[in-house]
């Protein structure tokens, strides 16, 4: 009988072996949650694009999509517009971005320290609106920057919007990398003799080489998938990007999602092979590293007499690229249609379009389902990545590498692509989520975890495991360690991505431009469909409205960070 037992128990463990522990459960639903998200929308729409469907849900297999998209001359022009519009937006931030990041960090400009928080404003404005805002300003008859040789509804005004509003992203990361940049180099030059603007030319330009390359690659990118201002520039003035093509594939009558699929494996091969080049471009910039472990304060260059001038210049610059949208659009919200600013003018001002947006109808189910989606998305990104980060670098399991690989992965995928590839999986698949709130939640989830993964992984690395093996010793499961200990450990990183994640959903508008409905719609598109209902001063109030929102959260966001870093010094 003992004998008997013994061998019943050894089969018992042999069994166990196969029989997954909890850590490896989570990684098995985590994988299966992350495939949902990420694989599972881009294989269909790889398999659609090479489907036409013949009957109701049943498809056959064709090649006819690819030459529908790719054998007509619109196609190629399209794709050359997008190009052109990349390249010269990508130019143009870097150029504005990067002179002001210079004349912050490294020179002695008067009131140079101001230059960070208000060339950061355009960040929290809503593409749509900024460029609502552009087409008031270079109106060629009643702009109030109407003296810019620059027409708005042409491929250079396109470049314009798009590169003034890119320009303050390529400030913050050029503005990094003059702050992070030993000025031991630049001293050896100026002790050899060179001149400043020499020392610039050959030493600090080719230092910065790699840094403006991977900026200039992440501006192009953005450029290349954004759809935003071609449409609301684009579309009017008849210049068509590539998003635009993708757009009409799903917009025109009849419907052509086989079409619309091929275009959008298109576009995610070129912005595959664009992410590609930039993450080579920033690991290659470690071979230029000059930060070392000696603490140093770089040399600001002495700009002696044109340090007023060039204030006047950045001066001007800043108020051209925030302080004149900002005010136009505040300007425009109190009036029932454009005029002019002028003191005469001033008697037409009202709250008509404020009063307007809250009697109409679509309003208040747009402000509930933005906020309620973007912030549901913002939970559910933190709490997965928060799980991915502690597998990836907490965990002793081997291949957890390829679950941040997942996580990564929709950083390649454009917004329109994204979209397309939902609209191709839940039309044709019997889950009844196309057309709410649930496909839209899916959409900002799947596009928001790479940056939920930057904020997670960054202060998961600073956590000690020792706690967490305290925990695990005292008889906690791995569930109840992670929510004890670790998540509290994560809380800086995890409100700072869930804010940020907050306001980017807030104002997300090429993905959802293509899931939502009027049941389901939010406040990015609702500002496109009143500009297109020709009621542009509306936006402007409903622009006003959604600024002052995000400002609310970036000021929340700050007490709340600020509060959690005093409590976690003082315990």
Do not use: C
Request: glycine content about 8%; hydrophobic content about 55%.
């Amino acid at each position: 009988m003992l004998d008997r037992a013994a061998e019943d128990q050894g089969n018992n463990r042999g069994w166990r072996r196969f029989i997954p522990g909890p850590t490896h459960r989570v990684v098995i639903l985590v994988s299966a949650v992350l495939a949902f998200f990420v694989v599972y929308p881009l294989v269909t729409l790889v398999l659609r694009s090479f489907q036409v469907e013949t009957v109701p849900r049943h498809y056959d297999f064709t090649l006819g999509n690819y030459s529908s998209a790719f054998a007509t001359h619109n196609t190629y022009e399209s794709l050359v517009n997008s190009l052109i519009f990349a390249l010269g937006s990508a130019t143009l931030a870097l150029i504005i971005g990067g002179s002001l990041a210079w004349l912050s960090q490294r020179s002695n400009m008067p009131f140079a320290k101001v230059v960070l928080p208000v060339a950061i404003i355009p960040l929290v404005f809503p593409k749509v609106l900024e460029a609502v805002a552009w087409v008031f300003l270079l109106n060629d008859r009643i702009g109030l920057l109407r003296f810019l040789p620059l027409d708005i509804y042409s491929l250079p005004g396109m470049i314009w919007v798009q590169g003034i509003g890119d320009s303050s992203l390529a400030f913050l990361m050029m503005a990094a990398a003059f702050r992070l940049m030993d000025p031991a180099l630049e001293e050896s030059a100026h002790m050899s003799g060179a001149s400043g603007p020499q020392v610039v030319r050959w030493v600090t330009l080719p230092l910065l080489r790699p840094a403006a390359f991977s900026a200039f690659l992440l501006m192009f990118v953005r450029s290349l998938e954004a759809f935003a201002v071609p449409a609301v520039i684009g579309i009017p003035g008849r210049i068509y990007v590539y998003t635009t093509e993708i757009w009409f594939a799903f917009n025109q009558v009849p419907v052509q999602p086989g079409v619309g699929a091929a275009l959008a494996i298109g576009l995610l091969i070129i912005s595959v092979v664009g992410v590609g080049m930039y993450i080579r471009a920033t690991r290659l910039s470690e071979r230029f590293a000059t930060v070392g472990g000696k603490a140093f304060r770089p040399r600001r260059v002495d700009l002696g007499r044109v340090r007023w001038p060039a204030f006047g210049v950045t001066l001007f610059v800043v108020l051209i690229i925030v302080g004149a949208p900002l005010f136009i659009v505040l300007w425009t919200s109190f009036l029932r249609f454009y005029q002019v600013p002028s003191i005469e003018a001033l008697g037409s001002l009202s709250f008509d379009n404020f009063r307007y947006l809250f009697n109409f109808d679509a309003f208040w189910p747009a402000v509930r389902n933005s906020f309620l989606v973007s912030a549901s998305a913002a939970t559910l990104v933190m709490f997965l990545t928060s799980i991915v980060s502690w597998l990836r670098y907490k965990s002793r399991l081997k291949g957890m590498t390829l679950l941040e690989y997942g996580a990564m992965t929709p950083i390649a995928v454009p917004g329109l692509v994204l979209g397309t590839a939902l609209i191709v999986l839940y039309v044709a698949n019997p889950i009844p989520i196309y057309g709410t709130l649930w496909i839209v939640l899916i959409a900002y989830a799947t596009k928001y975890l790479p940056y939920g993964m930057r904020f997670a992984s960054s202060s998961m690395i600073q956590i000690g495991g020792e706690l967490e093996e305290a925990a695990r010793v005292s008889g906690a499961s791995w569930f109840q360690g992670f929510r004890r200990v670790t998540l509290p450990l994560l809380r800086p990183g995890f409100v700072a991505g869930w804010i940020y994640i907050l306001i980017v959903g807030v104002k997300e508008f090429s993905t959802s431009v293509l899931l939502v409905n009027q049941k389901t719609i939010v406040l990015s598109v609702l500002v496109y469909q009143i500009n297109e209902r020709g009621r542009a001063t509306a936006v402007s109030a409903l622009g006003v409205m959604m600024v002052l929102a995000l400002i609310v959260v970036v000021v929340v966001f700050q007490r709340v960070t600020g509060r959690i870093g005093i409590q976690e010094q003082v315990e």
